[in-house]
């Protein structure tokens, strides 16, 4: 059996191998040759199109991944994920709500949905942390509780919104929903980059704390850890990345609960290994991912949105199943 180390070593591989193949992968292949060649459609559709696109999923999966487990650990549920919060719910209201109030002549503008899907995620991550430091001392599961009922206000708002709205401006609202990494340019990469670097690094440098909480919320104490102050940083800090993220991709869902599960499996529970291994394998199952939609219906392309629903919809009952078997 194979060290947590190894393992690590293994997924950073497998993201290195991915952010060298799959900008050449698609529904037409680019070839070595032809970009060295210095034809001007291959070098465009490489450097403008498939690599930023390969990057922003390398990015947005690895902090999908690591907010998942930081966020299993700490509601002590394997059923916990960053988008069981409501934060990406949050997200999606703002996003949704640019797109129907903005005026004409910024509809189109993709910073003013930027912004107002950042402020939903940050609205709803204010209103969790300010019931984590109120005075009734609400608890793990409280909070969760609380996540799931944001979560269905949110998308009792978007969809009287998506009534509301004109065909137009309902079909960009339904496309938006469904996520996706399609970019132009490497924007989108240069937003997302700090808050996965430096989120992530948060996250790890809360590693040992994290690892205390393994063992219950009782004997964590005990230990020292603060439960209050705990809760706090780990709700801020992955509320703050998936908040960013949805911003910018829209909501792809269970990313966050399916490679932490499988790569728990392989690391075991220590922190130390798991979070590396999220990190770089978070990432690279959402690029392979975006390739498999990108080419499963060429010429057209599938939403990775949906994709990752059509697998993790199953890897859902399946937790569930194997829990109750337990």
């Known amino acids: 059996m194979r060290s947590p180390a190894v393992w690590v070593v293994l997924t950073a591989l497998v993201w290195v191998i991915a952010l060298l193949a799959i900008p050449f992968l698609g529904a037409e292949l680019v070839r070595p040759t032809d970009l060295l060649s210095g034809e001007p459609t291959v070098a465009a559709v490489f450097w403008k199109l498939r690599l ?75 209103f969790l942390l300010g019931l984590a430091r109120s005075r009734f001392g609400f608890d793990t599961a409280t909070l969760l509780l609380a996540g799931i009922a944001i979560t269905l206000s949110c998308s009792a ?111 075991g529970h220590d922190h130390g290994y798991l979070l590396p291994a999220c990190l770089f394998g978070g990432g690279a199952f959402l690029a392979f991912s975006d390739l498999a939609a990108r080419v499963v219906m060429a010429p057209a392309e599938l939403p990775v949105g949906i994709l990752t629903a059509l697998l993790g919809g199953p890897f859902f009952l399946w937790l569930l199943i194997a829990r109750g078997d337990r």
Not at 92 to 100: D, E, P, T
Request: overall charge positive; aromatic content about 8%.
């Open 52 to 126: 930023p696109r390969v990057l922003l999923g390398l990015l947005v999966g690895g902090a999908l991944a690591v907010s998942g487990s930081s966020l299993q650990t700490l509601f002590r549920n394997p059923l916990a994920e960053p988008y069981t919060l409501g934060v990406a719910s949050g997200a999606a209201l703002g996003a949704v709500a640019a797109q129907q109030f903005a005026p004409p002549s910024a509809e189109l503008a993709i910073p003013v949905v930027f912004v107002a899907a950042f402020a939903g995620a940050a609205g709803v991550t204010l």
């Open 157 to 267: 708002a978007i969809l009287l919104l998506q009534y509301l709205a004109d065909f137009t401006r309902t079909f960009r609202m339904v496309r938006w929903m469904m996520g996706g990494l399609a970019v132009v340019g490497y924007r989108e990469v240069l937003w997302v980059t700090p808050w996965v670097l430096i989120g992530s690094a948060v996250l790890f440098g809360m590693r040992w704390t994290l690892n205390q909480l393994l063992a219950g919320e009782e004997l964590a104490s005990s230990r020292g850890v603060d439960l209050k102050r705990l809760r706090l940083w780990v709700l801020g800090v992955t509320s703050a990345m998936v908040g960013a993220l949805v911003a910018v991709t829209g909501p792809i869902g269970f990313v966050g609960l399916i490679v932490p599960h499988i790569l728990r499996r392989a690391t």
